[in-house]
């Protein structure tokens, strides 16, 4: 019986493997769609480019997109979902005197726009 758990297991682990990635909103925990309005409601776009973002030719900040393949969130911390929503929401926390203010995005947008924006990296 213990054979036949290890060899179930390994057959669950493999077809893990061969399917696609994660969803960006499995990842994040939220969802894209609504991390475009979200965006667009905190104004994302006036300062970065956002690819599929009306409007969001901004070049104050960095251009968005591929953001899933970048090393690192803000140049600063290690490019994790985690790390992205915790800059997206406390920015002058992290790097004080940054170009990126406090917009008082709250948990649920700031785990719905890391879901844009990694949905969009695909």
């Known amino acids: 019986m ?16 061969e ?14 769609q609504h991390g475009l309005d979200a965006i667009l409601r905190h104004g994302c776009g006036a300062c970065h480019r956002i690819d599929g973002v009306p409007g969001a030719y ?11 393949e970048r090393a690192y969130v803000a140049g600063k911390l290690p490019n994790s979902p985690e790390n992205l929503q915790m800059w997206i929401r406390f920015p002058q926390r992290i790097e004080p005197g940054s ?7 709250d948990e649920i947008d700031a785990r719905d726009i890391a879901a844009y924006l990694y949905h969009q990296s695909r």
Not at 2 to 17: E, P, Q, T
């Open 99 to 105: 170009a990126m203010p406090d917009l008082g995005v």
């Open 58 to 68: 901004g070049t104050v900040g960095p251009a968005l997109q591929n953001i899933g």
């Open 2 to 17: 213990h054979n036949v758990a290890i060899a179930l297991l390994a057959v669950i682990a493999l077809a893990a493997c």
């Open 19 to 32: 399917g696609k990635p994660p969803s960006s909103d499995a990842i994040t925990g939220g969802n894209p």
